[in-house]
């Protein structure tokens, strides 16, 4: 019965943003109503998590340093949380989403997102974070729009679209996770989606995107799925790459683009070719047999099916590196401020750490588990950050468990418990990703961009430094790694709060690679980190303690 009435009180409200001007930067107001459905993405009936009745859900659709408010019903029978995949939270890891920041939003109950993408723009995308939801949908795209006063390196276009592919499994949440828990893998995909459908490719589907002749198009590109690289085309036509998570990029034109998991490109189309029907096509990478699907885009006036003849994908992996390797950080545009990108001379800061991590595989109790370092990550009850805040960390973590540059032997023995770095406050740290595994990795770190200056095949060393782009490497949130090969990153951890490093392999991420970065406030002030919302939920051993009294003070 309560969850009947929170549904009728939820459809009461207006579903739609609300603005609300002040003489601060706007107020949008957002209603998500939280649910189960069915559809049919593969062509077999299936539960799916809906926003607001939607599969995928609702475009969030904002501007630089707007304050974006979302009050989320959880309609469904388990706890669940959403997490804004590439937004910064600026000293307020308070409304990130991930199970080390925040308390699930318990089914029949709701909660109140308030939070801003502080001088960023770009392209990004939103998910559950909780058990294995992402499988079911509930996920959806994010747009960040510059501010009219800066400039942006192209052509106002005439539409702007988001295209969400992803690998979908016909099999349901539950199953999927209960694989997970018992040892076993999610194995091959049963398909791919183009914006939650997969294309006949008979020419019959209605188009996802109408297009005019001759006028240029902002799309945006997001593997919004669980475990597979994607390669995504549009059939005789160029995309030219203008943005990417945030980053204006130096423009070329490419046929494809290879989207790893958790990665969002921003590009412009033209509609420049015969007025009538035309293929987008997003197909698997780096399986042994292609799986590929189709969504349509349609000209206006125009007459005539798509072609038949779908564009070819590209083959292996070194054209992808390749790819990866083409692109630069656009040093004279502007992105959320008026200063230049390339003002910031990342090159020539001195580098104070190193972490080196590397990630395996492995079992424990017969189980398959995933790891960093030797240490499977698992979610206390208690959030770590809460356990931070209200001082019992003692009583729930330890911190750095494992060491910056880890042995052969310690990468092999796996251990199940918390995972917790400390970082201090604005140093400028190198971190390396190391795959001796024969599949591709893709990392992302909540809270921060960083510039991803090399990757490259074999073990790291510190002489690979050399091979280092210090000019111009773009400034982003997710590196993928390839084969046994290496990512170096590089960023100064200025943002205080606790944040999530971790495999963009849903699989990989739920069985335990990922592990927490702490960077505490040294002066405990509110000039670094917010105090904790007197709304956030409470759970754990710290459901029913009140709130510490302003730990963090100062302006």
């Not at 971190?431 to 510039?451: A, D, I, P, R, T």
């Not at 100064?492 to 335990?512: A, Q, V």
Request: glycine fraction near 8%; hydrophobic fraction near 35%; charge should be positive.
């Amino acid at each position: 019965m309560r969850g009947a009435k929170l549904l009728a009180a939820c459809l009461y409200l207006a579903a739609a943003a609300t603005v609300v001007v002040r003489a601060e930067d706007p107020y949008f107001h957002h209603v998500w109503n939280v649910s189960y459905g069915t559809a049919s993405p593969l062509g077999v009936p299936q539960q799916v998590i809906l926003i607001n009745g939607q599969f995928p859900g609702p475009n969030l659709n904002s501007t630089s340093n707007n304050n974006i408010i979302i009050n989320v019903f959880n309609n469904l029978d388990e706890p669940f949380l959403l997490t804004w995949n590439g937004i910064q939270h600026r000293k307020n890891c308070w409304q990130d989403g991930t199970p080390g920041t925040m308390c699930p939003i318990m089914p029949g109950t709701n909660y109140t997102y308030h939070f801003q993408p502080k001088d960023q723009i770009g392209s990004y995308f939103y998910y559950p974070t909780t058990g294995m939801h992402r499988a079911a949908g509930g996920f959806g795209g994010l747009r960040v729009n510059s501010r009219l006063l800066i400039p942006v390196p192209y052509a106002d276009p005439e539409d702007d679209y988001t295209i969400l592919i992803s690998d979908w499994y016909t099999k349901s949440h539950t199953q999927l996770k209960k694989f997970l828990d018992d040892g076993r893998t999610l194995g091959r995909p049963d398909g791919i989606l183009i914006n939650g459908k997969a294309g006949k490719g008979d020419g019959s589907d209605a188009p996802l995107f109408t297009l005019k002749p001759g006028k240029t198009y902002r799309v945006r590109i997001c593997n919004v799925g669980l475990k597979t690289s994607l390669n995504f085309r549009i059939q005789n036509h160029k995309m030219k790459l203008v943005e990417m998570e945030g980053s204006h990029v130096l423009q070329n034109d490419f046929d494809s683009l290879d989207v790893h998991v958790g990665q969002c490109f921003g590009t412009i189309v033209t509609a420049n070719q015969e007025p009538k029907d035309y293929y987008m096509v997003a197909s698997s990478r780096f399986l042994k047999s292609v799986i590929t699907t189709t969504g349509l885009l349609r000209y206006e006036g125009g007459k005539g099916p798509a072609s038949s003849q779908l564009p070819a994908g590209p083959v292996g992996w070194a054209w992808s590196l390749n790819q990866f390797r083409s692109f630069r950080w656009n040093l004279t545009a502007s992105a959320a401020r008026p200063n230049p990108q390339g003002s910031y001379h990342y090159g020539k800061i001195n580098i104070t750490r190193t972490i080196k991590l590397v990630n395996t595989q492995g079992k424990v109790d017969g189980k398959l588990r995933y790891a960093f370092n030797g240490v499977s990550h698992t979610d206390p009850e208690t959030p770590l950050k809460l356990a931070e805040y209200f001082g019992i960390t003692d009583k729930i973590f330890k911190y750095n468990i494992i060491t910056d540059n880890p042995t052969i032997e310690q990468t092999k023995n796996i251990k199940i418990e918390p995972n917790v770095i400390n970082v201090t406050h604005r140093t400028f740290i190198e971190v390396v990703f190391e795959n001796h595994e024969k599949s591709v990795q893709s990392w992302h770190l909540n809270g921060y961009s960083f510039f991803a200056v090399a990757v490259e095949p074999g073990t790291w060393t510190p002489e690979k430094r050399k091979n280092y782009n210090l000019l111009d490497a773009v400034s982003r949130h997710t590196v993928q790694v390839y084969p046994k090969c290496w990512a170096a990153i590089l960023l100064t951890f200025d943002n205080c709060g606790m944040w999530n490093i971790r495999s963009e392999n849903t699989e990989r991420r739920y069985l335990g690679q990922q592990l927490y970065v702490s960077v505490l406030s040294p002066e405990k002030s509110l000039r670094d980190e917010y105090n904790m919302p007197e709304t956030s939920l409470q759970c754990g051993l710290v459901k029913n303690t009140p709130k510490p009294a302003n730990p963090y003070a100062g302006a």
